[in-house]
């Protein structure tokens, strides 16, 4: 279906179970996502469970040291694989202990022995793709994906232009969060911050949120960016913006990644936005600030940040009970303060092609 320039999704398509499903098929399984970070993958053997949209995935750091990403999902009965995240010298399934090597060949299965015709060299685990930016792990459930350079285009240089230097960055926390609201809620209320004025004082005391000065761009194709300048007037609120970053930058990795960069000291926040079902989404942010940065303004910033998630988590959910109403087909979207959702929406309309 075409979708024209001031008209938004179905509304139909933010409870619609094969919507859904077609999402899943189409967008998550062929598209980059932000998995997790290398900082509990330094050490050969070390390993972290995480997510593809809904595609199981285990990210592991081989003998060689180079990172490899598996569907974690065992060749024997399907059981998922590993949990969490840990360092084993090989990678073993709780259910009948099946057991993989770190490059995912299967090295021992009990009792394959009195099995006639048991081949482990065809039952080795199923390589996704795994690339990096900076301390940054990105995974693809589509093995055969173009680098992730060309998905993210000029978004390093655009940070590091900034004035963040992520490899410079030092971990600090993965704050979790979970939506009544169906992903691409959640997308969309992050991509335009014409509710910022309304519903977000503290944000917006911080941030210049008029018109005029908070502007949206398409960086690239699958980098949707909004600047936003400090408010005029100095220091007003939750914490001191004042820093070697002058400007807030808030970008969108097609599908579901958010990149978040607060003014002030160096930092960055980065984390999915992942379905949990139709009407439910969760995800998380990692943060990371420069290692100099001071404690009491990284725990200002973190309850700046945290006070936004707060009023968000309510405004995604108001617009899932108002869009599942039933009622209405569509709403009405600003052509320019929403322009960022319709380049979502196209993206989306676009990934899932005809019905
Ligand atoms: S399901 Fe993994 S060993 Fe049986
Ligand atoms: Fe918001």
């Known amino acids: 279906m075409a979708i024209d320039t001031v008209t938004s999704l179905p509304w139909s398509w933010y409870s619609d179970q094969e919507i859904l499903r077609l999402e899943q098929e189409r967008i998550f399984r062929r598209t980059w996502q932000y998995a997790c970070h290398?900082?509990?993958?330094?050490?050969?053997?070390?390993?972290?469970?995480?997510?593809?949209?809904?595609?199981?995935?285990?990210?592991?750091?081989?003998?060689?040291?180079?990172?490899?990403?598996?569907?974690?999902?065992?060749r024997h009965r399907g059981s998922l694989l590993v949990e969490g995240e840990g360092r084993r010298n090989s990678l073993q399934c709780p259910y009948h202990a099946w057991t993989y090597a770190l490059d995912g060949s299967l090295r021992t299965a009990p009792r394959a022995d009195r099995e006639p015709g048991f081949d482990p060299s065809v039952l080795s685990l199923l390589p996704l793709a795994v690339d990096t930016w900076g301390p940054f792990v990105f995974v693809?459930?589509?093995?055969?994906?173009?680098?992730?350079?060309?998905?993210?285009?000029?978004?390093?240089?655009?940070?590091?232009?900034?004035?963040?230097?992520?490899?410079?960055?030092?971990?600090?926390?993965?704050?979790?969060?979970?939506?009544?609201?169906?992903?691409?809620?959640?997308?969309?209320?992050?991509?335009?911050?014409?509710?910022?004025?309304?519903a977000h004082p503290g944000f917006s005391a911080v941030i210049d949120v008029a018109a005029d000065a908070y502007t949206l761009e398409e960086t690239s194709e699958y980098v949707s960016t909004q600047y936003g300048p400090l408010r005029d007037g100095g220091p007003a609120g939750a914490y001191d913006p004042?820093?070697?970053?002058?400007?807030?930058?808030?970008?969108?990795?097609?599908?579901?990644?958010?990149?978040?960069?607060?003014?002030?000291?160096?930092?960055?926040?980065?984390?999915?936005?992942?379905?949990?079902g139709t009407e439910r989404t969760s995800g998380f942010l990692d943060y990371f600030f420069a290692p100099?940065?001071?404690?009491?303004?990284?725990?200002?910033?973190?309850?700046?940040?945290?006070?936004?998630?707060?009023?968000?988590?309510a405004l995604v959910a108001r617009v899932q009970a108002g869009v599942s109403s039933g009622l209405l087909e569509e709403g009405r979207l600003l052509a320019s303060s929403e322009s960022l959702i319709r380049h979502f929406d196209r993206l989306l309309v676009r990934a899932l092609g005809p019905p």
């Open 242 to 276: 004042r820093g070697e970053i002058g400007r807030g930058q808030f970008h969108f990795l097609w599908p579901n990644v958010k990149i978040n960069i607060a003014p002030g000291r160096p930092n960055i926040s980065i984390g999915p936005i992942l379905p949990d």
């Open 38 to 74: 290398t900082g509990p993958l330094a050490e050969s053997g070390s390993f972290v469970a995480c997510r593809a949209g809904d595609v199981p995935v285990v990210v592991v750091r081989d003998v060689e040291g180079s990172l490899r990403a598996f569907l974690n999902v065992c």
């Open 292 to 313: 100099d940065a001071d404690e009491g303004w990284i725990e200002e910033l973190l309850a700046w940040d945290d006070q936004v998630g707060v009023e968000d988590r």
């Open 140 to 198: 693809n459930p589509d093995a055969e994906a173009a680098p992730l350079a060309e998905t993210l285009g000029d978004l390093p240089d655009l940070v590091a232009r900034a004035g963040v230097d992520v490899d410079a960055l030092r971990f600090r926390l993965r704050s979790p969060f979970a939506l009544a609201a169906n992903w691409k809620v959640a997308c969309e209320n992050f991509l335009e911050c014409y509710h910022c004025q309304i």
